[in-house]
């Protein structure tokens, strides 16, 4: 379809139509797809056809950057940019994952080993895509999800938080098992856990594998935590180097450096001004 690059502006009162319907993607494109329409003379239903399917494409776009931004994704990383052939996990079941399926059955995910072999990655990867598909992801690191039941329970709102929380069909938990797991963090880990049980996904990356959850929790906490959690769950266990280290020891985690990007020598006031008398 070929659009006109310069289309006089709708009348006035059509305009104030589109915009009491809340209509601001088709109320953009109008007077291009109208100016076309007349030159190339569409017929009417074509012209209703073109916008109507403008108004759809950019309201599923604004959506999609709305529960992007709502999910807080740490780096923005998609499987654009993954390698299936550096991680561990076997491929038919990378491949098996990323059809989210395991979403719409309300089973979870965890993946676990040591750092550096793309755990967080292939987690934001998946939000990421389950985000493109249409659904709702909320993402947490243990400390953060810590941090949010602190701040409720100054109100004795908690029960709210983790409902709110809950409203997302994917719920990540990332980094388990890096730092010290404070009394709020584990019981937030617990009541998403606890609550999302068979109603939403949970997703967690960790270090250690749920067995030895008891080592950062009190043991009964961890039991009930890691009962709900595998209940339903697919286990990964990632293997190998770090793939960060790799990069870093083979030289490609930077750019090489060159003659430009050596930074300008500043002088001190005082020497300018020693300049300056020189020159005067």
Same mark, same amino acid.
Request: hydrophobic share 40%; aromatic share 4%.
């Given at each position: ?5 310069? @289309? ?5 009162? +059509?305009?104030? &139509?589109? =915009? !009491?319907? *809340? ?6 494109? $109008? ?106 992801? @909320? ?5 953060? +999800?810590?941090? &949010?039941? =602190? !701040?409720? *329970? ?6 709210? $938080? ?119």
């Amino acid at each position: 379809m070929t659009i006109a690059v310069t @289309a006089p502006p709708l009348p006035k009162d +059509l305009d104030d &139509l589109l =915009r !009491r319907l *809340r209509l601001p993607h088709l109320r953009r494109l $109008a007077p291009e797809v109208l100016a076309t329409a007349r030159t190339q003379r569409w017929e009417p239903s074509e012209v209703l056809r073109v916008l109507l399917a403008e108004e759809v494409e950019g309201r599923e776009r604004s959506a999609t950057a709305t529960r992007r931004g709502a999910a807080g994704f740490p780096t923005g990383k998609t499987f654009s940019g993954w390698d299936e052939s550096a991680c561990s996990i076997p491929r038919p079941t990378q491949a098996a994952l990323r059809t989210l399926e395991w979403i719409r059955r309300r089973e979870n995910l965890v993946v676990c080993g040591p750092s550096g072999t793309g755990k967080s990655y292939f987690l934001e990867a998946l939000g990421q895509a389950a985000v493109e598909a249409g659904l709702k992801v @909320a993402w947490f690191t243990l400390e953060s +999800l810590g941090a &949010l039941v =602190r !701040r409720s *329970r100054a109100d004795d709102s908690v029960v709210k $938080a983790v409902q709110r929380i809950l409203r997302a069909e994917l719920v990540v938990v990332d980094d388990i098992g890096l730092l010290p797991v404070s009394p709020d963090a584990a019981e937030g880990l617990y009541r998403v856990v606890d609550v999302a049980y068979e109603r939403r996904s949970v997703a967690v990356s960790s270090n250690l594998h749920p067995a030895g959850f008891d080592e950062l929790m009190p043991k009964t906490l961890a039991t009930a935590t890691v009962d709900r959690l595998l209940h339903h769950a697919h286990l990964c266990v990632t293997s190998g180097e770090s793939v960060r280290l790799a990069q870093a020891t083979a030289g490609v985690g930077v750019q090489p450096l060159s003659p430009t990007d050596a930074l300008p020598v500043l002088s001190s006031p005082s020497s300018q001004r020693r300049r300056s008398g020189a020159g005067s």
